[in-house]
């Protein structure tokens, strides 16, 4: 039976019924009672919700469907089993019933109360908003909708992990890694808030962190989804009390200073282990009065009065995590949950800001900025530099108690500090200069004419020795830009400037070294960049330098298609940074992007898109948006989504980092890697000619940086084209050109090298040897199987080998190697909706079909195959055309692609 009751009604009960739900059943009668001494109304229809009719689901007197066969269905969603329920609805795990969303979701049926009036109306609207909210720490909504029965349901990502204060305790994570964590759901927060949409219901429970320590927020604006246009209902009701802020239960406007305060209580909840107002067991009226009456302790005191089991979740004593607790944390946490809100960070990024400045050891906002306050943060930052002059000063004083190891070190780490001086007295007198250099031309400066004046000032007669750091971080800059050879002649300059001025200076000749050692790279000299990297390792450094040195290995491991190696450097540069109180934004970020790009070539492009979102999303936090950083990290994002199946995404990616790069470096040639890139992605859409001239492009941009490893793999994509095109002699005369370029003794594993084999293979099969076809796609499939890289280009490889099999008659062995790829292409899809890798397998199922002679299996896989090719390389592609036609008409034709 479904009870009468009015929006009104729904919205006063649905937060008690979800406090009833969760009591044993003494524990609910006992507060049933309550309930009926203050609201006896409110309680009868409370206990006419959990027990009307005996229905063993109270849900479905609200109105709220709650199937109980395996089979019932939502939409186009097979509902498989419930994994929550409360008040406001019912949650179920949920597979696509039409086949054409092969993961899961979490389907969400809230109360069909909400549809009276205008609410079906509200419903879609405000359903459309939230899909905008494309951010990789929100479960996105797939869908949205009311049956025909009037049931309105949602469709979420489905997030298999734990609430954030379970997650931490359970792995006893210490305050650092809680902050990172909260760092994270701020990022999600900070997007909504830029799209005006506030969760109102940060708590636990909400925010949901997956094993590999990604949060997800969850249930990210239901509550305005529901009932945007009641506010003070909205407000005063659809809450929950121990996250609500004071204006929520105050009925008063709310404001992105809403969330922000929920998020202060979550961090004081995280961090101290209590609420800051609320008692455990006190009835919902207290707890809201508590919100906005009782003053909360001060984080510390909270830390302080903690149980050892609660400060052992943490890693430490309650003593250690009071102390840990106070002073900037302190600060911050109080700052978020000022009773008004105009006290509060005015938004979540402010408080993010904030947190990040007390990782980094920098003053933090909420505290004043005094003079003492600043020295500390100072020498918190610089602790090699500051415990230098502490030992310095302990091994002058302590005579002959000292020991010679003592003092030796001692000497050290003052060496080193004086040589971190030197280098940043060199780099600020540098940039003075340039700024006053710049400051009297009257005419627009470009970043080619800056960097070239930059050169000029740094190399020139009147330059001091001490310029070396500045000549390596330009040096950096013309690598970003894709002159390489450049960035070789500055490192020459700076190493023996270096070496003639600061020959002492470690942390400095390791940084060169290591820099060197990816240009060599770049250039194909591995031999020599190893010796560079094995140098720089010799060396006594600090963590910082270290971090650097794994990073340029960690960009010469995925040159070189080495995943495991490119994942350990990353992961390394991380960790050594996280240890390192002097890392930057602009560092961090970096081994950020790296760690995504270990992701993508471990197989695992979901994770890898969403660090590089992170990554790029912190740097333009903090003004650093329109950087060369950010270039990398946009075509590092654009291969990962190609590699995917992503094309469009790819497209995007590429497209924004180009225009990037032309902002920043007007009239010079855009990076020749980019220029390739953007090309693979025309070339796979179809736009032959874009593809032409845009590989063109790329190998004029690397002959003209002196870049010979882009400039080969320029030419062979070039040659690829031509082949695509039917021009078989100039696609061979390039491919001949780029043998000769490579040599006889060329590496076997490089991006060029791969590439060859491509070409001998795609050759091969537009020319029906299908012997020499298959041979070719073995060896392919071998050299990625052999690193464990399940990535994107084995799915077209099988592809091809199946094409060879199926022509030889090998119809069990082109199968099979269907069965793989698809395998593999709806691996690499994730929760995307469509995949050209998926796309394209199921072209060819629709094909091997068709040449065994199964017309109904051919055209049915290729009305599947039609859906995702369309979806992800346009419909008007010609592969899409093609099965799209295929599925709709009897199949023919041999499997060939």
């Keep these: 039976m479904v009870l009468p009751f009015a929006p009104a009604d729904w919205a006063r009960l649905s937060p008690l019924l979800d406090e009833l739900l969760d009591l044993p059943p003494a524990a609910r009668a006992a507060r049933l009672a309550a309930v009926s001494a203050g609201d006896p109304d409110s309680a009868a229809q409370l206990a006419a919700l959990l027990a009307s009719d005996g229905d063993e689901d109270p849900l479905a007197a609200l109105g709220t469907a709650a199937p109980q066969a395996a089979a019932a269905a939502v939409g186009a969603w097979r509902l498989e089993r419930r994994i929550g329920e409360g008040g406001m609805g019912s949650v179920w795990l949920a597979r696509r019933g039409d086949g054409r969303f092969d993961g899961v979701a979490a389907v969400k049926l809230p109360h069909r109360a909400l549809l009276a009036g205008d609410g079906r109306r509200r419903f879609a609207r405000e359903a459309q908003a939230l899909a905008r909210l494309a951010h990789p720490h929100i479960a996105a909504l797939h869908d949205a909708g009311v049956t025909d029965d009037g049931q309105p349901y949602l469709v979420l990502e489905h997030v298999p992990g734990q609430p954030i204060d379970v997650h931490c305790d359970e792995r006893r994570l210490g305050v650092a890694a809680r902050v990172g964590l909260l760092l994270q759901m701020l990022d999600a927060v900070a997007h909504a808030h830029g799209r005006l949409v506030l969760h109102r219901d940060l708590k636990p429970s909400n925010v949901l962190v997956t094993d590999d320590g990604r949060v997800k927020l969850v249930d990210f604006g239901i509550a305005w989804l529901l009932d945007p246009d009641d506010e003070v209902q909205a407000t005063q009701q659809m809450l929950t009390p121990e996250g609500a802020a004071p204006e929520q239960v105050q009925g008063a406007p709310l404001a992105a200073s809403t969330d922000v305060y929920a998020a202060g209580v979550l961090a004081y909840r995280l961090l101290a282990g209590s609420h800051p107002t609320a008692q455990p067991g006190v009835p919902r009226a207290a707890l809201l009065r508590a919100v906005v009456e009782r003053d909360a302790p001060s984080l510390a005191a909270a830390a302080a009065q903690a149980t050892p089991a609660v400060a052992a979740c943490r890693g430490t004593t309650p003593a250690a995590l009071a102390r840990a607790l106070a002073g900037d944390l302190e600060a911050i946490v109080t700052k978020a949950i000022e009773k008004h809100p105009a006290a509060r960070y005015r938004d979540a990024s402010s408080m993010a800001e904030d947190l990040l400045r007390y990782l980094q050891h920098q003053p933090v906002a909420a505290r004043r900025a005094g003079a003492g306050y600043r020295a500390a943060r100072f020498l918190r930052r610089h602790r090699v530099a500051a415990s230098a002059a502490v030992a310095l000063a302990v091994a002058l004083t302590a005579g002959a108690a000292g020991t010679a190891w003592q003092a030796s070190r001692a000497a050290t780490e003052r060496d080193r500090a004086l040589a971190l001086a030197r280098r940043s007295a060199a780099q600020a007198e540098f940039f003075e200069a340039m700024l006053t250099q710049a400051a009297q031309d009257t005419r627009p400066i470009t970043v080619p004419v800056l960097l070239a004046r930059s050169r000029a000032l740094a190399s020139g007669a009147t330059a001091g020795a001490a310029d070396a750091p500045v000549l390596g971080m330009l040096a950096a800059i013309q690598v970003s830009l894709g002159d390489v050879a450049q960035a070789r002649s500055l490192l020459a300059d700076a190493e023996a400037r270096r070496a003639a001025a600061d020959p002492a200076d470690l942390d400095l000749r390791a940084q060169l070294w290591c820099q060197q050692g990816y240009v060599a790279s770049l250039l194909g000299e591995h031999d020599e960049a190893r010796a560079h990297f094995a140098e720089a390792a010799a060396l006594d450094v600090s963590a910082g330098t270290r971090a650097d040195c794994r990073l340029h290995e960690a960009f010469v491991a995925q040159n070189r298609s080495d995943a495991a190696g490119a994942m350990a450097a990353a992961q390394d540069a991380v960790a050594l940074l996280d240890r390192w109180p002097a890392a930057t934004p602009v560092q961090r970020a970096t081994a950020l992007g790296n760690v995504a790009f270990g992701h993508h070539l471990n197989g695992r492009p979901a994770e890898a898109d969403a660090a590089f979102a992170l990554a790029i999303e912190r740097l333009r936090a903090f003004g650093r948006g329109d950087t060369p950083v950010v270039v990398t990290l946009l075509n590092n994002r654009g291969i990962a989504a190609f590699a995917a199946g992503d094309v469009r995404h790819a497209d995007r990616a590429y497209t924004e980092a180009l225009q990037l790069a032309e902002r920043l470096a007007p009239g010079a040639w855009p990076p020749s890697y980019l220029l390739h890139n953007r090309a693979l992605v025309a070339f796979d859409l179809g736009r032959l000619d874009e593809a032409e001239q845009g590989m063109q492009r790329a190998l004029a941009a690397a002959e003209a940086a002196d870049n010979r490893e882009n400039a080969t793999g320029a030419q062979i994509k070039l040659a690829l084209v031509l082949l695509e095109r039917g021009d078989v002699a100039g696609a061979r005369r390039l491919r001949d050109a780029v043998v000769l370029r490579l040599g006889q003794n060329a590496p076997t594993d490089t991006m060029a090298a791969i590439s060859l084999r491509q070409f001998a293979l795609r050759e091969a099969l537009a020319q029906g040897r299908w012997q020499d076809a298959r041979a070719g796609a073995d060896e392919l499939i071998a050299f990625f ?113």
Excluded: C, I, N
Excluded at 867 to 872: D, E
Excluded at 879 to 887: D, K, Q, Y
């Design 785 to 897: 199987d052999r690193r464990g890289m399940p990535v994107g280009p084995v799915v077209k490889f099988l592809r091809q080998r199946a094409e060879a099999g199926s022509a030889l008659g090998d119809f069990d062995g082109a199968a099979s190697d269907l069965a793989r790829a698809l395998a593999l292409a709806r691996r690499l899809q994730g929760d995307l909706p469509a995949s050209s890798h998926v796309g394209r397998v199921l072209a060819a199922y629709q094909r091997l079909h068709a040449a065994r002679g199964d017309a109904d299996a051919a055209r049915a896989v290729a009305v599947e195959a039609g859906r995702q090719l369309a979806a992800a390389l346009g419909p008007d592609h010609p592969e899409a055309v093609a099965m799209l036609a295929a599925g709709a008409a009897p199949p023919a034709g041999t499997l060939r692609r």
